[in-house]
């Protein structure tokens, strides 16, 4: 692989404050543009920018940076840097495992190595920014992406990533419908919480509280489920 044969001319600088689950948006219909633009000395040498169909915002990044980096690798150059404002996107791709742009990190891995390869003096380093503050070239290709959005599509496309997260919307809706419409389904004859309303696909609150301990999830078991005694014994 690329990572393990020249992880020493390969470098990532990706420190930047979390972002909370809270700000992760939801994309029911959407379609995504891909921009790149590449610079020498402060010179655009050359901006593209193609639509994407339905994806994610993930899935815009790594075609932007296949599209950067098959370019890059073309110029007489001893350095490249990669600047992109999606931290998965920096991480995935150089590597050719399994993920949902795959394709993109396999095209990428062939013409890195092939760059690499020619000069033993050359090296890449990634680079993470913040989106929407202010940065020049970075406000400037997420316009060029906007544009490359609203260009003619010849067919409706959608990416993995995006399918998947449409799915688990969609089944997340239609459990929470039978939740709380379903007695049966729910169950009879225990203790209601706001807390459990609506179910978490990913995440329990009584593992949250409890799960520090057994014996205090055995007995908020029993309490929830109408299971007496709820002493020690």
């Known amino acids: 692989r690329v990572l393990d044969m020249y992880r020493d001319r390969l470098t990532?600088?990706?420190?930047?404050?979390?972002?909370?689950?809270?700000e992760l948006e939801a994309w029911p219909r959407c379609r995504t543009g891909a921009a790149?633009?590449?610079?020498?000395?402060?010179?655009?040498?050359?901006?593209r920018g193609i639509v994407c169909g339905r994806g994610t915002s993930y899935d815009a990044e790594m075609v932007?940076?296949?599209?950067?980096?098959?370019?890059?690798?073309?110029q007489p150059c001893e350095t490249i840097h990669v600047v992109a404002d999606n931290e998965s996107a920096l991480k995935t791709l150089l590597d050719p495992g399994?993920?949902?742009?795959?394709?993109?990190?396999?095209?990428?891995?062939?013409?890195?190595r092939e760059w690499l390869e020619r000069d033993v003096r050359r090296k890449i380093v990634f680079h993470w920014c913040p989106s929407h503050m202010g940065i020049e070239w970075n406000e400037l290709v997420d316009e060029d992406?906007?544009?490359?959005?609203?260009?003619?599509?010849?067919?409706?496309?959608?990416?993995?990533?995006?399918?998947?997260?449409?799915?688990?919307?969609?089944?997340k809706a239609d459990w929470r419908?039978?939740?709380?419409?379903?007695?049966?389904?729910r169950g009879l004859n225990f203790l209601r919480l706001r807390v459990?309303?609506?179910?978490?696909?990913?995440?329990?609150?009584?593992?949250?509280?409890y799960g520090h301990s057994t014996s205090s999830m055995a007995r908020f078991c029993r309490a929830v489920?109408?299971?007496?005694?709820?002493?020690s014994f």
């Open 12 to 22: 990532w600088y990706l420190e930047h404050p979390k972002k909370g689950s809270d």
């Open 36 to 47: 790149f633009r590449a610079y020498r000395a402060g010179r655009l040498l050359k901006k």
């Open 64 to 74: 932007a940076a296949g599209m950067g980096i098959a370019f890059a690798t073309k």
């Open 98 to 112: 399994m993920h949902g742009q795959q394709l993109v990190s396999i095209v990428a891995c062939r013409n890195v």
């Open 145 to 171: 992406a906007k544009q490359a959005a609203d260009l003619p599509l010849d067919r409706d496309e959608c990416s993995l990533a995006h399918a998947r997260h449409l799915l688990a919307v969609q089944l």
């Open 177 to 185: 419908d039978e939740y709380r419409m379903s007695p049966s389904y």
């Open 196 to 209: 459990f309303d609506s179910p978490d696909h990913k995440s329990s609150p009584a593992l949250k509280a």
């Open 225 to 231: 489920m109408d299971h007496a005694p709820l002493g």
